[in-house]
């Protein structure tokens, strides 16, 4: 086990795993079974294009739009092409809604399932061994573990997306905001929150 | 791991980078562009294959490594000779670069059809029906946790039909099947000391259920 390969730090001396992807990328070119382009197009679609920002679009239109709150409930996949959002990891998608007595946290157990075309690639600590593991069994310890308390009188709704459908939380719009247009809204709107793993808040 | 203890800590940040090291990025994207060749199903049943004494220390992008180098050699499309020194041998198979970076985007913001929903399969079970979790130990991939064996919830909703993963990832007859969106309640998997209110929501194949 090649330690440096864990270290999210700035390193020195290239790790292991980075010499062994630069080998295999060479070879690959090589033998002309990958395009270098090809790459660098889709590590800059994964770190620029596709991300939370998306995700806050449309939880900000369903938040002032009631009839497209509707049909986000209804069918995800269609609702958010709507806005432009398709994608790997985005077929049947499943919105659910939090409200004053229902809160749904994400999770899979499995690996990483997790709507890509709205939150973009998976946290590291959402696809670690502790969250997979946990958070299906004590719900409640893990959201107050990473700082979220929810009432004994509010429902806990675990969704683990081991299989065709992905889910995507539609957070509660936070009190006082009716002055607020689209854009403002979506600016507080957090990639956690339409996880289920924190709430929507006005600094 | 649903439901399995011990397994360390959540290592929480509220911000991190999308890739923490340009390879984690660069192997990303090599499974996204050489999936195309359609050699393989998916990445996941080659995961399932690292020991799990080694599975658990590895980060995430490095077990997608392990797994993506064994598909190659697997599939052919390069020995480990090859790999051990990136050289290609001669008279090994020459490729077009037929993957171009449009392509590659093309692939990746469209989103992929699982749902088979030209096939007419009967539906087992109807909304509102209870359902027992089968006792099924499979030692190849599967989308079955075992925190659901033998446990009974009720159908929510239909899904649709869809390929059966424990065979379609090897291949085999996929056994087109419904897949049902199950609630189970928080105390009929976790016991009493669950909240009372609480429930779980999982999408499970047919064969994985039996009725309750």
């Not at chain 2, 658990?56 to 992008?61: A, D, K, R, V």
Request: with cysteine; aromatic share 8%; charged share 25%.
């Amino acid at each position: 086990m090649d330690k440096s390969a864990l270290d999210h730090d700035h390193q020195d001396v290239p790790s292991d795993a980075a010499l062994r992807v630069k080998a295999l990328e060479s070879l690959l070119v090589e033998k002309g079974l990958v395009d270098p382009a090809a790459l660098d197009a889709l590590v800059d679609t994964y770190e620029h294009a596709v991300g939370p920002r998306n995700g806050a679009r449309v939880v900000a239109r369903a938040w002032v739009d009631a009839d497209y709150k509707r049909r986000l409930l209804a069918d995800g996949t269609v609702a958010i092409a709507e806005l432009g959002f398709s994608g790997q990891q985005g077929e049947k998608l499943t919105v659910v809604e939090n409200t004053a007595s229902i809160h749904n946290v994400i999770v899979c157990t499995l690996c990483s399932c997790y709507p890509w075309p709205l939150l973009g690639l998976p946290p590291v600590w959402y696809k670690s061994s502790a969250y997979r593991s946990r958070t299906v069994a004590d719900p409640r310890g893990v959201l107050r573990e990473l700082g979220l308390e929810i009432g004994e009188d509010v429902e806990v709704r675990v969704w683990d997306s081991t299989a065709a459908s992905r889910y995507f939380v539609l957070p509660q719009r936070p009190p006082r905001t009716d002055a607020l247009g689209e854009p403002e809204l979506a600016a507080l709107v957090t990639r956690d929150a339409m996880i289920g793993v924190a709430r929507v808040t006005v600094p | 791991m649903g439901g399995m203890q011990g397994l360390g800590e959540i290592g929480y940040e509220r911000d991190g980078p999308v890739f923490h090291a340009p390879w984690e990025g660069r192997v990303h994207a090599l499974v996204t562009v050489l999936a195309r060749y359609g050699r393989w199903r998916a990445l996941r049943p080659e995961i399932e294959l690292i020991p799990a004494e080694r599975y658990l220390p590895m980060s995430y992008y490095e077990r997608w490594l392990a797994a993506l180098t064994a598909l190659i050699v697997k599939s052919g499309l390069a020995t480990r000779e090859e790999i051990a020194d990136a050289r290609s041998r001669p008279g090994s198979e020459r490729f077009e670069p037929a993957i171009t970076a449009a392509t590659a985007l093309a692939a990746a913001l469209q989103p992929p059809r699982t749902e088979l929903a030209t096939h007419v399969v009967e539906p087992r079970y109807r909304v509102g029906q209870r359902v027992r979790g089968a006792n099924l130990n499979v030692p190849t991939h599967t989308r079955m946790p075992r925190y659901t064996r033998c446990r009974v919830g009720t159908v929510e909703r239909d899904r649709g039909v869809f390929a059966l993963p424990d065979r379609d990832v090897y291949f085999q007859d996929p056994k087109p099947q419904h897949v049902y969106l199950v609630r189970f309640t928080a105390r009929e998997l976790w016991g009493e000391s669950a909240s009372a209110r609480d429930s779980l929501y999982i999408d499970l194949w047919e064969d994985y259920l039996e009725p309750a």
